[in-house]
């Protein structure tokens, strides 16, 4: 049988990856978003936007000139025309303030089409890739941070596509006009004068506010570092109980936000001093020009309405440069949080489909271990060599003390890692060369510790197979003799099971989680301790009822307890990551060997030998 050999490296962390991606990066993640090759409608609503914000934009342009020549026409000499000009500028004056606004609300109606579906399938694309993301990953990073730089992510793009897009273009290009206009109609000493107050106030803005990301970089990793304690609390409510340690948990949590304090006391000084100098430079720049138009009036160089223009001009520009100013801040913190989120996008999954991997297909459902080596750290080996075959119907049971492998090799199956040496195989297909989909869809499992969503116990069971039919989750939940007791519930299946199940006891949960891999109806089984949780009695009767699911299935125990897989066809005794020992269970007794003596250990623990369940009988 062909060998492949790999020696995978751990995948960059998350702190590595969030190193290497940038504010260009986060906007670059966008474009597909809201200029989709495949949607002309989007495409068609983006090109509308932009027209209806060049439209507002001219129109806003126009007021002021309006409002200076219906100036003009009121000073004194012009009294005659009263009658008919300044009535035709002022309704002039008036249609180009109401067009402004009706042009910027419809680009705001046209492009929420768009704002809002990219934040969807951004969102869902983070959300998907995580779910693509190994294993390894998972168990390193913290559900609460994750949870939160999704959320910020999501609450930014929305940030970005309103004050980028709407605000930031639209307010250079009327800046731009304004210089144009003024120095047309006046000298360029007008221009430059508004030129030179713009250009300050934008790089002192751009200085101060990049100078302010480190704060705001403290401010969210503090946030998440306080919400991860406090998700981490909530989730192990019991624990905290069991031990008395609320005290101990509010500390934690005060010293996580009394960070967060520090770092926002931080952020708001120096947003003061922002807002400060920034109020400077416009008050200044206003004073200058103010100035040079007043002694353009007294040269006679300029008229009333002249000046009257220069000072709409300038508080008019005003409003959207003080605004300029908070829009940027906003940008520049939606930046980070998109950063945050669009860095997952750039983790590697370390366990990938290759390019055209076909669906696994099942022949008959055998399965081989072919010399499989692995460690989750490269310098500290797990499994060494291990190989052994589950014929097609057949039941294999894996035993042995803790920290010999056994759950890796259950892992191993599942994909969630790739082997470093040797393969795994079923009906002869390495399962690194099919489909991960395909390849989970085929195994049905029942762990040691099993963990239900926050549902009904209906959802539960149909997670099995979403598409079954009440019936069949009926059904399944009879053949995991858990049907009468939901039926006993006050709400029947519709019963929430509560956070990661809580509401159910330990062999309730366990029932439910059997009942959902009956429902999957695999060809492959892998039990995982998969009756631990259950009395004796109860045991009994659930493995009675496995023995029947698995008749014709292959079938891999992992146990501990040794009494529950006496009846496999082949035991395997497992020991640092080896097999040391293989056989059937008299077999292995009568060598006396690692088997033999971890039986006399159990049994001596026990009061007298317990009764033999049947669920693992050869068929």
């Avoid at 309006?66 to 009121?74: G, N, Q, S």
């Avoid at 206003?286 to 223009?309: E, H, K, P, Q, S």
Wanted: proline share 4%; with cysteine.
């Amino acid at each position: 049988m062909r060998r492949r050999t790999s020696n995978p490296s751990p995948a960059p962390s998350y702190a590595e990856a969030a190193s290497s991606t940038g504010d260009m990066a986060a906007l670059r993640s966008l474009v597909p978003y809201l200029w989709p090759h495949d949607s002309f409608e989007t495409k068609l609503r983006v090109v509308v936007a932009l027209i209806l914000l060049v439209g507002a934009k001219v129109a806003n342009v126009w007021v002021p000139l309006f409002y200076k020549r219906a100036v003009d026409a009121l000073s004194p000499g012009d009294a005659g025309a009263l009658v008919t000009i300044p009535l035709g500028l002022i309704v002039a004056y008036g249609l180009a303030r109401v067009m402004s606004l009706v042009f910027a609300e419809l680009r705001d109606a046209v492009f929420a089409n768009v704002a809002q579906r990219t934040i969807r399938k951004v969102a869902l694309s983070v959300f998907q890739h995580l779910h693509a993301l190994s294993l390894r990953f998972h168990l390193e990073r913290q559900t609460g941070g994750l949870t939160r730089s999704l959320e910020r992510g999501t609450r930014a793009i929305e940030t970005l596509l309103r004050y980028a897009l709407f605000s930031i273009v639209p307010t250079l290009v009327e800046i731009t006009l304004v210089c144009v206009i003024l120095w047309r109609m006046f000298d360029g000493w007008f221009a430059l004068a508004t030129f030179v107050t713009v250009g300050s106030y934008i790089a002192y803005t751009f200085f101060v506010s990049e100078w302010r990301i480190q704060f705001r970089r403290a401010m969210n990793e503090t946030d998440n570092k306080a919400n991860t304690k406090a998700v981490d609390s909530l989730l192990n409510y019991e624990t905290v109980k069991y031990f008395g340690n609320e005290g101990h948990e509010a500390r934690r949590y005060d010293q996580a936000l009394a960070s967060y304090e520090q770092a926002a006391v931080k952020s708001q000084r120096s947003l003061s001093l922002l807002n400060i100098g920034q109020s400077a430079i416009i008050s200044l720049g206003l004073a200058v020009v103010m100035g040079m138009a007043a002694r353009g009036i007294v040269n006679g160089t300029m008229t009333l309405g002249d000046f009257v223009l220069v000072n709409t001009y300038l508080l008019q520009l005003y409003q959207p440069l003080n605004f300029f100013g908070v829009v940027y801040r906003e940008i520049k913190q939606a930046l980070i949080d998109v950063e945050s989120m669009v860095t997952l996008l750039s983790v590697d999954r370390e366990v990938a489909d290759r390019p055209g991997a076909p669906p696994l297909a099942i022949t008959g459902g055998e399965l081989r271990f072919d010399g499989v080596e692995f460690g989750y750290d490269p310098r500290r080996p797990i499994l060494k060599g291990v190989s052994f075959t589950v014929p097609a119907g057949r039941t294999v049971a894996i035993v042995g003390p803790s920290g010999a492998g056994k759950s890796t090799i259950g892992r191993l199956l599942f994909r969630f890692y790739d082997v470093s040496g040797g393969g795994i195989l079923i009906d002869g297909q390495d399962i690194r060369e099919v489909t991960q989909q395909s390849l989970r869809g085929a195994i049905g499992i029942v762990p040691q510790d099993t963990v239900l969503f926050n549902d009904t116990v209906y959802y539960n069971i149909a997670y099995g197979r979403p598409g079954a039919s009440p019936a069949e989750v009926e059904q399944a939940a009879r053949l995991a003799h858990i049907h009468n007791f939901i039926m006993a519930l006050p709400d029947g299946y519709e019963t929430t099971v509560g956070e990661r199940g809580l509401k159910l006891s330990g062999g309730e949960k366990q029932r439910v989680a059997i009942a959902r891999t009956i429902l999957k109806n695999p060809a492959i089984l892998l039990f995982d301790e998969a009756t631990s949780a259950l009395d004796t009695h109860t045991e009994r009767e659930i493995q009675a009822n496995l023995r029947e699911v698995s008749r014709g299935r292959t079938t891999l125990v992992i146990a501990h307890r040794l009494s529950t897989v006496i009846d496999a066809d082949e035991i395997l005794v497992m020991e640092a990551g080896r097999v040391i020992e293989r056989g059937r269970h008299m077999e292995l007794l009568s060598r006396g060997g690692a088997y033999a003596a971890l039986w006399a250990r159990q049994q001596e623990s026990s009061q007298g030998p317990e009764p033999v369940p049947e669920v693992l009988a050869p068929t």
